[in-house]
């Protein structure tokens, strides 16, 4: 359990807000365990495991654009303006 990290040790780490990670945790992108004494605590203690750090960098890996001639497709259609 000495490598889990908490919130503001990954916010720290990334530069962001705890704030931010929070963000994260809540909406389940990044996977957190929750060590509060009891379900019912005032106030959540979050820890982020190694494995979850692993999963959610595997979830957020860069795809590769496709490629392209360089250039801008123009739209095809007429604005018409009122």
């Not at 945790?25 to 979050?46: C, E, H, M, T, Y």
């Not at 982020?48 to 960098?57: A, C």
Request: positive net charge; proline residues 6%.
């Amino acid at each position: 359990m000495t490598d889990w990290l908490t919130i503001d040790e990954l916010a720290k780490a990334w530069r962001v807000t705890p704030d931010h990670v929070r963000g994260l945790v809540r909406s389940g992108q990044l996977p957190a365990v929750n060590i509060a004494r009891s379900p019912g605590a005032k106030r959540a203690q979050w820890r982020i495991t190694p494995e979850g750090l692993q999963q959610f960098k595997a979830a957020r890996q860069a795809v590769a654009p496709a490629e392209s001639n360089g250039k801008r497709k123009r739209s095809r259609t007429v604005r018409q303006w009122v």
